[in-house]
C-alpha cells in the first residue's frame, strides 16, 4: 500500500503504519516508535536493570526492526514482534557480559533443594489494598532483586507468554531448569510482595 | 512423586504445560488434596499478579532526542548498505592483488629453478673430467655428505 502524501499517522492503526513503513515512510515508523518505545524500552529495563543499557538496546531494537520490517508479516502484533527483538537483544548482551550463569545466592539456594525447602503457602493476596501505580512500582522492585536467570525465565514466561519449552531453547537451558527456576522465581516474588504488605500494616 | 516434583508438576498444570492425561491426574489430586489446592492457588495468584502488574516505565529522554538517535543509526545502516556492491568489489579486488603477485613469484622461482638446474648440470659435466668425489652418508644422523674434489 502505497503511503499517501499526507497522512494522519497518530490517528492510523498499527498495521496502516507497518505497511506505510515498509514501503520506507519514517514518519509512520516514527510514530510506531512513539506509540510504543515506553513498553520496548521497559522490557529492556526489566532484562538489564541498567538504564543506559536498556535504552541503547531498545534503540538497536527498533534500527533491527527497521531493516527486518520486510519479514514481518503480521503473524503477531507488531507490539509482539517488536519485544521479541529487543528481549534477544537483551539475551545477546546479557551472555556476553556472561551473567547469566553467574552463580547468585538465588541460584545456589535453588541447587541445594530451594524449590523444596522454600515452598510454605503464598499469602493468596499478598498485595491487597495497594494502589496499582504503587503496585508495579513494587513489583519491578522485587524483580530487581531476583537474579538474571530467575528474570529472565519470569519475563519470557509472564510477559513473553512463551512456553517451557520455547524458553528452554532461547536461553540455552533444559526445560526442568526452566521449570524450577521458574518455580523458585515465583515463591521469591511471593516472598517480597508479602514483605511490602507487612510493611504497609506496620 | 517427590514433594518437589509434585511441586513442579503443580506449576506445570497451573502453566497448561501438561499432557490431556497428566492434566488429568493432577486433578484428581486437586480434588483430594487440600494442600496442593493450595499451592495451585498461591502459583496461580502470583502469576496473575506479575502477569497484569508488568512495571510501567518510560524512556527517559524526550521523543525527539530518542527518534534522532534511532534515525541516525537508520541512516547510518542504510548508507553501509548503499556501499556494500562498491566494497563487495574492492574486496574482491583486495584479494586479486596478491594472488597475482604470489604467481609471478612462482613463475620466476620456477624459471630460475630451471636455469639452476641447467647451471648445475654443466658444472658436473665440466667436473666430471677432472675431478673425485666421496659420498659419506650417516644412516642413524639421517646425514649424507657429499665432498667434491
Avoid at chain 1, 119 to 126: E, G, Q, T, V
Avoid at chain 1, 149 to 156: C, D, F, M, N, S
Avoid at chain 1, 183 to 199: P, V
Wanted: charged letters at 30%; proline letters at 3%.
Amino acid at each position: 500500500m502505497p503511503a499517501p502524501l499526507k497522512y494522519d499517522y497518530p490517528s492510523a492503526s498499527d498495521e496502516e503504519l507497518v505497511k506505510w513503513s515498509q514501503c520506507g515512510d519514517t514518519e509512520a515508523f516514527e510514530q510506531l516508535i512513539f506509540r510504543h518505545r515506553d513498553k520496548i524500552f521497559a522490557r529492556a529495563m526489566i532484562m538489564m536493570r541498567n538504564e543506559d543499557q536498556a535504552l541503547e538496546l531498545s534503540q538497536e531494537a527498533w534500527v533491527k526492526a527497521w531493516q527486518r520490517l520486510v519479514q514481518f508479516q503480521g503473524d503477531s502484533s507488531y507490539t509482539t514482534w517488536m519485544t521479541r527483538i529487543v528481549i534477544n537483544l537483551c539475551l545477546d548482551q546479557l551472555r556476553r557480559q556472561k551473567r547469566v550463569r553467574v552463580e547468585s545466592i538465588d541460584e545456589l539456594e535453588e541447587e541445594s533443594g530451594g524449590v523444596e525447602r522454600l515452598m510454605p503457602i503464598i499469602d493468596s493476596n499478598p498485595t491487597a489494598g495497594m494502589e496499582q501505580v504503587e503496585l508495579r512500582r513494587r513489583i519491578d522492585e522485587a524483580l530487581g532483586q531476583l537474579s538474571e536467570a530467575h528474570r529472565t525465565v519470569v519475563v519470557l514466561h509472564e510477559f513473553e507468554g512463551l512456553e517451557y519449552r520455547e524458553i528452554a531453547k532461547r536461553v540455552g537451558i533444559s526445560m526442568g531448569t526452566v521449570m524450577s527456576r521458574l518455580f523458585y522465581a515465583r515463591r521469591r516474588l511471593a516472598t517480597l510482595l508479602s514483605g511490602i504488605k507487612r510493611e504497609r500494616s506496620e | 512423586m517427590k514433594t518437589s516434583d509434585l511441586k513442579l508438576e503443580l506449576q506445570a498444570y497451573v502453566d497448561g504445560e501438561l499432557s490431556p492425561d497428566r492434566h488429568h491426574r493432577v486433578e484428581s489430586l486437586l480434588a483430594s488434596d487440600s494442600q496442593a489446592r493450595e499451592w495451585v492457588e498461591g502459583l496461580r495468584q502470583i502469576s496473575l499478579l506479575v502477569r497484569t502488574n508488568e512495571p510501567d516505565l518510560k524512556v527517559p529522554t524526550s521523543r525527539e532526542f530518542y527518534w534522532s538517535q534511532i534515525k541516525r543509526q537508520m541512516d547510518q545502516a542504510r548508507a553501509s548498505n548503499e556501499i556494500r556492491p562498491v566494497s563487495t568489489a574492492l574486496n574482491w579486488f583486495r584479494w586479486l592483488v596478491p594472488a597475482v603477485g604470489v604467481a609471478a613469484v612462482m613463475v620466476v622461482v620456477s624459471i630460475r629453478s630451471d636455469r639452476d638446474e641447467a647451471l648445475l648440470a654443466s658444472t658436473f659435466d665440466s667436473m666430471q673430467t677432472d675431478s673425485s668425489a666421496v659420498v659419506f652418508r650417516s644412516e642413524s644422523d639421517g646425514v649424507t655428505i657429499h665432498w667434491i674434489d
